[in-house]
């Protein structure tokens, strides 16, 4: 596939590697940062750059951090003894966004996948274990991906954390909200129908 | 309708595509392992919901694709829940999904293969016995034409009742036990508890295999059983790291 020479190839190679960009989608954005000004190429760039230097793991919660510790571990409102346990840092934007949760978080930095062969051991799996009697935890939310990847992450979670006498929850899977009930496939509205709750 | 075509099927794997779009892989019946997009499959307003998760028999809808089909329709026939909801039960399913996934051929209908696996993900849910994904691997080698000598050795032909004859070890590229003279030469070390079981396995004795309580030679025939379909597909199943 090699049609361009030197930098091009280059750029477009790279571009390829991202997640989600094919060759051809690699081409046409290698192709728009060559029209785009000269400054904004250069913005883009310098934003790469900046984020790989200051950009860490927050050493508590493994959130994405610029400092030690992330926004959510310094803020002194948060109960301290509930914890939300989430594949990647963008699920925590999720929850928050969401306004309901107060506690800490917990990010394993991805799943386990019984297809890929990836076991708990790649996971922060230790790392949430070490927290527990450190932070005083009692109260473990499970907020992992209602795909096989995030319910095995779950099941796998609550084996471990449940005979230590803590509370584990999972989050619910349902129908969403606005949608038509004749559309729900079986599992989604069979799991709705085991979380459902008195009306008020 | 030109292009379109209806099937049964188990959804093998998915993999991300893109934004919110899945590539699935489903065993047909009929059509044989089929590779199609589900478009916005990953939002939550999608209304295939659930139902092109791995595991899952589905009915399926399909428009022929240049490269890739594309699914129009489905509906679940079997969610297989239990095996979803259970930690041993998902990593003992997903291992025969894979197998399943390296042998059956695009558009290659084997219906046989098909029958099996159905039968082998629904005896797992019932009887949540790991053995049966032990017996999956060596009926599938079965299938595939593989049929393991075990009542001598696969080396120098000695017969079990010779002198010296003892069968300790199984040799993949033999395809079958080996006796204690040609064990040094190599192969994988086999018990003989080990070796019966197998033996029942393939004899016919299933259904007395699934009653029996699991024991140390159940782990020694699963993990022979991954190493004979590796041998048989020339590569690695990277689901039975987590067995
Ligand atoms: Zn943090
Ligand atoms: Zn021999």
């Given at each position: 596939m090699n049609v361009y020479e030197g930098v091009m190839q280059t750029l477009i190679d790279e571009l390829g590697r991202?997640?989600?960009?094919g060759p051809k989608s690699a081409q046409r954005i290698a192709f728009y940062l060559l029209k785009v000004d000269a400054l904004d190429a250069k913005r883009l760039a310098h934003a790469i750059e900046e984020a790989k230097d200051r950009v860490t793991w927050c050493?508590?919660?493994?959130?994405?951090?610029?400092?030690?510790?992330c926004a959510f571990c310094l803020d002194e409102r948060r109960d301290d003894h509930v914890v939300c346990v989430v594949e990647e840092p963008r699920d925590i934007v999720a929850v928050e966004r969401t306004g309901e949760f107060r506690g800490r978080y917990h990010v394993l930095q991805g799943a386990i996948s019984p297809i890929e062969g990836?076991?708990?051991?790649?996971?922060?799996v230790k790392e949430l274990l070490a927290r527990i009697p450190e932070e005083e935890i009692s109260e473990v939310i499970l907020a992992t991906n209602p795909n096989i990847e995030g319910e095995a992450t779950a099941m796998y979670l609550a084996r471990l954390l449940k005979p230590a006498g803590l509370k584990v929850t999972r989050i619910a899977s349902g129908l969403p909200v606005g949608g038509d009930l004749e559309y729900a496939d079986e599992v989604t509205l069979g799991r709705a129908l085991e979380g459902r709750r008195e009306v008020s | 309708m030109p292009g379109l075509y209806r099937d049964e099927g188990v959804v093998l794997r998915t993999i991300k595509l893109g934004e919110a779009d899945r590539i699935v892989t489903v065993l047909t019946q009929g059509h044989g392992k089929v590779r199609a997009v589900a478009k916005?499959?990953?939002?939550?307003?999608?209304?295939f919901g659930g139902r092109l998760e791995p595991m899952s028999r589905i009915a399926l809808q399909c428009y022929r694709g240049r490269e890739l089909d594309i699914v129009t329709q489905a509906e679940t026939l079997e969610a297989n829940r239990v095996l979803r909801e259970e930690y041993g039960l998902l990593t003992h399913a997903i291992p025969m999904l894979e197998a399943v996934d390296q042998v059956a051929q695009e558009h290659e209908p084997n219906p046989a293969l098909y029958r099996m696996l159905t039968g082998a993900l629904r005896a797992l849910g019932e009887l949540?016995?790991?053995?049966v994904t032990s017996a999956f691997f060596w009926k599938l080698l079965s299938l595939e034409g593989i049929h393991p000598m075990?009542?001598?050795?696969?080396?120098?032909?000695?017969?079990?009742?010779?002198?010296?004859?003892e069968l300790i070890a199984f040799d993949l590229d033999e395809g079958g036990t080996l006796c204690r003279g040609c064990a040094r030469g190599g192969g994988w070390s086999l018990s003989f508890p080990a070796l019966d079981l197998l033996r029942r396995m393939l004899g016919g004795g299933l259904n007395g295999v699934f009653a029996q309580p699991t024991g140390p030679e159940t782990h020694e025939v699963e993990q022979l059983g991954i190493r004979a379909v590796e041998h048989h597909v020339e590569r690695r199943l990277r689901s039975t790291a987590l067995l």
């Open positions: 991202l997640p989600g960009i050493r508590r919660c493994f959130n994405i951090s610029e400092g030690e510790l990836v076991g708990p051991e790649q996971l922060r | 916005g499959v990953r939002k939550t307003s999608s209304r949540r016995n790991p053995v075990l009542d001598g050795c696969a080396r120098c032909g000695h017969e079990e009742g010779d002198d010296d004859a």
